[in-house]
């Protein structure tokens, strides 16, 4: 997470540091769009990736996050809004900051470690979220802290051997041995040491002489272990070190990405994902983005031969689709590649569904596999208003309109009624558009569609 603790003396500093802006276009990075995220962990499971992010509140002048949300995608670019199923609240000792974390699966249950401050002390702690689904809904596994030394943002990493290790620290750079429970630990706190040799030489400030800032994101790869952190301040990079055990001796390694994006602060994550290697990373690219209002965006890379990471530069398009997306199986409304204009809410039938939407706002959803061509399209919806519409396009917004779905007033906006229509010229695998038009102020929202061949 962003450095909180020594940010009052820099404030001012920051502020005139910001660097290159990315204007998000029709391009697919940031990968969410209707809200800030920040600090993305994304975690592989049953051939899904679940990115577990923090919510930056908009119009922040500070780093003000209330809770947590969850995303998922099969194919890296269509992602799906699981809503917030952890938050300050979740802690009865917690007073406020839903900072960085990560969730990691043991057992079936999923452990999601996270940093906020105690009411007891004041200070950052280290609690613990537990599921029985990576989308939750998570509850406190411990009724405190797990471990507390005023220091933040954790990374878990489970070893080939089974050990688990917690990481942590800005200023320092902590770890823990796990128990196997995930939920206690053994062998106190240690401390790494942070050498210029193992996290790099920083200039200029005598009580930091590593490039070591924060965030630490933990993993092994065909033998080796990789520690990819937030660099120097501010504004930040990103940077690795590595090493051939779990706890060092660490090797610096370089810049994975140098300090771009119009927002002071990153944050690491990388996963190997259905062939390709995918590192995630936040910036201020979205309308009103910046420091406190950060949007989650990832790439595609491959490593070096040597295991080595190369150099990275963000990008508006994002990764290439990992996979194709089935039309012909329920998706759901909140299931997004890039939308415009629409919100998402909790479900009465369960899960999200996209909100608030207004005449011209559309989502966008990549490398749909039409296959031999679709014949109908069916929408679960609900409206308060008459003679709106879903509109069902392909090759942009105003694209080559396929179909028209009226929606009727059902008497409430949770009031849930499946429309259908027919539709024409959808064949092979293309982008899809579905586009809301109607009257004036809110028109209809959507919790699921699907299309019949």
Not at 134 to 145: I, K, V, Y
Not at 214 to 237: I, T
Not at 368 to 380: E, L, Q
Request: net charge neutral; proline share 7%; with cysteine.
């Amino acid at each position: 997470m962003a450095t909180r603790r020594r940010f009052w003396t820099t404030a001012a500093a920051v502020v005139g540091l910001v660097l290159t802006v990315i204007t998000p276009a029709k391009a697919d990075n940031p990968i969410v769009q209707h809200i800030y995220t920040a600090d993305p962990a994304p975690l592989v499971h049953n051939g899904r990736v679940y990115l577990y992010t923090g919510h930056d509140e908009d119009g922040s002048t500070w780093f003000t996050m209330r809770e947590w949300r969850v995303w998922s995608s099969a194919d890296m670019v269509n992602w799906t809004d699981h809503g917030s199923p952890m938050s300050l609240a979740t802690f009865s000792w917690a007073k406020q900051d839903a900072w960085a974390g990560q969730a990691v699966e043991r057992n079936g249950k999923f452990y999601w470690y996270v940093p906020v401050v105690t009411k007891a002390t004041g200070r950052p702690a280290i609690g613990v979220g537990v599921s029985d689904s990576p989308t939750g809904p998570f509850r406190d596994a411990l009724g405190r802290p797990l471990v507390e030394n005023g220091e933040i943002d954790p990374s878990v990493m489970i070893d080939d051997d089974g050990q688990a290790y917690l990481y942590w620290g800005n200023p320092n750079l902590s770890y823990v041995r796990l128990n196997a429970d995930m939920i206690s630990y053994s062998g106190g706190i240690n401390r790494i040491p942070l050498t210029t040799a193992g996290f790099g030489t920083r200039t200029g400030d005598p009580n930091r002489p590593t490039l070591y800032e924060e965030a630490p994101w933990v993993y092994k790869r065909n033998g080796l272990y990789y520690n990819v952190f937030a660099a120097k301040c501010c504004s930040e990079f990103i940077a690795y070190s590595t090493a051939p055990g779990p706890t060092g001796p660490w090797t610096y390694r370089g810049t994975v990405m140098p300090t771009q994006g119009n927002s002071f602060t990153n944050h690491p994550g990388i996963v190997d994902f259905k062939g390709g290697s995918y590192f995630f990373y936040h910036n201020g690219a979205l309308p009103g983005g910046g420091g406190f209002t950060r949007s989650v965006a990832v790439e595609k890379f491959s490593y070096n031969a040597d295991g080595t990471i190369p150099t990275m530069n963000m990008s508006t398009t994002g990764p290439p689709p990992a996979d194709t997306l089935n039309p012909y199986v329920r998706q759901e409304g909140e299931t997004i590649a890039w939308g415009s204009g629409v919100e998402t809410e909790p479900s009465s039938e369960g899960g999200m569904n996209l909100s608030h939407l207004n005449n011209g706002d559309y989502v966008k959803l990549k490398n749909v596999a039409f296959g031999n061509g679709a014949r109908t399209f069916t929408a679960r919806v609900a409206s308060t208003v008459a003679g709106s519409s879903i509109e069902v396009r392909s090759g942009g917004p105003t694209g080559a309109l396929a179909g028209t779905c009226s929606v009727p007033n059902t008497g409430n906006w949770q009031t849930w009624t499946t429309v259908s229509c027919a539709v024409n010229g959808l064949t092979g695998t293309r982008d899809l558009y579905l586009r809301f038009t109607g009257g004036g102020s809110y028109l209809l929202n959507v919790n699921w569609w699907q299309f019949s061949a």
